[in-house]
């Protein structure tokens, strides 16, 4: 039975034939998707990074269409032949084609995007939400970061950055702009409850811890996974083989934007015996991943859940669900199950289109519907979780 492939992101190869997925999550809403692979060594398997400086806040999921490659490569060519961007040609194409979760990246973000994968990255350390519109807001500070010592706030209009007017930019181009070299300023024009304010914030190298572990009441281990970033996946198996014998883990998911599916299928594995984890589609051409052998079949779990759930984080919530390892406490997840693959673009910029879609191991397409709790809470959720360990309660 075959693993799941060896996922890698490596920009400066795309020239030698490595091929990189980078997709945003609701439009880099919150989180980034991202996956790689080797044409060589294993067939594609996407997979998702949060993208931890700027990213939106989810819409609501609705049908997404695909963008034709062709059309977009040929955009792309026109466009450098006569002396214009073939990024901005190709991103054109994509807008109209109405794949939600299509869109274009240039080297630059590539590189920026690469540093995610290790859980580290170079910015101010907020995230950044573009409304309908147009407007760009502060979704959320990272705690200690330079953007939360300059007492920036969840809810401040982001107006301009270095002399940059960002209202009505992709959030790609304005997590680009708040990107760069650590140590160098950047200026910040923002607005709170109508007030003007301008901050001069210094890059970080900035880190995330993508999974925490505490015990509760109980002898409950609760297993917090941020992202699926690098070695999240053996962290979350390390997590379980030290957890009390016999007692029951809370898998918490909530608010987790994906991660490199690579990392979610490993935490998968920590609770399964091997066994299909999901399946996925491109263009028609389906393909399987599967949990490794020896997991903790026999432990009790629940899998915290939310709006915020979304893509590889689903794709574990299902897997665990339909597998019958797991109950589900919580709201419905975000939805987000489609799969994108890139086409390179004369001036090196990558194109990143919709392909196709996952599904659990029941059969279930998680694009759009995401994955109804199984005990659905809103306020509360680990309070109920913990009942539901306990035996004290099993239904929704």
């Not at 109209?96 to 299509?102: F, I, L, Q, T």
């Not at 893509?311 to 919580?330: F, H, I, K």
Request: include cysteine; proline fraction near 6%; charged fraction near 25%.
């Amino acid at each position: 039975m075959p693993g799941p492939p060896a996922l890698c992101l490596r920009p400066r190869d795309l020239r030698r034939g490595a091929v990189l997925t980078l997709v945003f999550l609701a439009a880099v809403a919150a989180a980034v998707s991202t996956g790689c692979w080797d044409r060589e060594n294993a067939p594609a398997a996407p997979a998702a990074l949060a993208a931890p400086t700027g990213a939106a806040a989810p819409e609501k999921p609705r049908a997404t269409g695909t963008a034709d490659r062709e059309a977009v490569a040929r955009a792309a060519a026109e466009a450098v032949a006569e002396g214009k961007s073939g990024k901005k040609a190709a991103q054109d194409v994509v807008s109209r084609s109405g794949d939600r979760w299509g869109t274009v990246y240039d080297q630059g973000e590539y590189a920026a995007f690469a540093e995610g994968l290790d859980g580290r990255w170079t910015g101010v350390g907020l995230w950044a939400d573009r409304g309908r519109d147009g407007l760009i807001k502060v979704d959320k500070v990272q705690p200690g970061s330079p953007a939360a010592r300059a007492g920036l706030r969840a809810g401040d209009r982001l107006l301009n950055v270095d002399g940059h007017a960002v209202t009505g930019l992709p959030v790609t181009e304005v997590v680009a702009l708040l990107r760069g070299e650590a140590g160098t300023p950047v200026v910040l024009n923002l607005s709170r409850d109508g007030v003007g304010l301008t901050e001069t914030v210094r890059r970080e190298q900035l880190r995330t811890e993508p999974v925490t572990v505490r015990q509760i009441a109980g002898g409950i281990t609760v297993i917090k996974v941020v992202s699926f970033t690098r070695g999240s996946g053996e962290r979350v198996k390390a997590a379980v083989r030290e957890a009390p014998p016999g007692a029951g883990v809370m898998l918490d998911l909530r608010g987790n934007p994906g991660g490199l599916v690579a990392e979610a299928v490993t935490a998968a594995s920590a609770f399964l015996d091997g066994g299909l984890v999901a399946t996925y589609d491109v263009r028609g051409d389906e393909r399987a991943l599967y949990a490794e052998p020896g997991g903790d079949t026999a432990r009790p779990l629940v899998a915290l859940v939310d709006g915020g759930t979304m893509s590889a984080a689903e794709l574990v919530t299902g897997a665990l669900q339909d597998r019958g390892r797991a109950l589900a406490v919580g709201s419905r997840t975000f939805g987000k199950g489609s799969v994108q693959m890139p086409t390179e673009l004369p001036d090196g910029s990558v194109a990143e289109l919709t392909v196709g879609t996952y599904r659990t191991p029941g059969g279930r397409s998680l694009d759009g519907s995401g994955i109804t709790p199984d005990v659905a809470v809103g306020d509360g959720a680990e309070e109920r979780a913990a009942k539901v360990l306990g035996g004290r309660e099993v239904g929704p």
